[in-house]
């Protein structure tokens, strides 16, 4: 990975709902209307508001991504990405990758310059995390080359173990 990218890539530890970012990604189920981990997170620090954008959106399929408001939260925008539910298969990497590309693409669309992502479809949805990383990583790494107008990426892992595999990866890639 170039020098250049691998600055815009930051990986930290810590609640992806205390972020003062453009945007933080929300590893949703596909009715965006709340639920468990990281989802329920968010739409518990956001506020009932962010419920009732959701409500208006009406859902999004697995592998897209949709965009609210964060109201409540330090973050301007809550992009909402449905990753696959983990079955061994290879369309499983090709829709985790899908979440990832279709919310910088919002990224992009909404002239957003920082944002961060939790690690889509490793908790309840069983991704293994090693493989999602490198999903995550590669596919943002790829996307940051051909779209210089976003400053940060980054991943924010909520254990320590998820943490150091993200830096051990991103160390490999220098």
Known sequence: ????????????????????????????NTSLLGGGGVDGCIHRAAGRELLTECRAVGGCPTGEARITKAYNLPARHVIHTVGPVYSGKPRDSTLLSSCYLNSLQLVVENNITSVAFPAISCGVYGYPIKDACKIAVDTVAEFLKKNPSIKKVIFILFSSGDYDIYTDYLEELV
């Open 1 to 28: 990975m170039k020098k250049e990218i691998h600055k815009r890539i930051e990986v930290v530890q810590g609640d992806i709902t205390k972020l003062d970012v453009d945007a933080i990604v929300n590893a949703a």
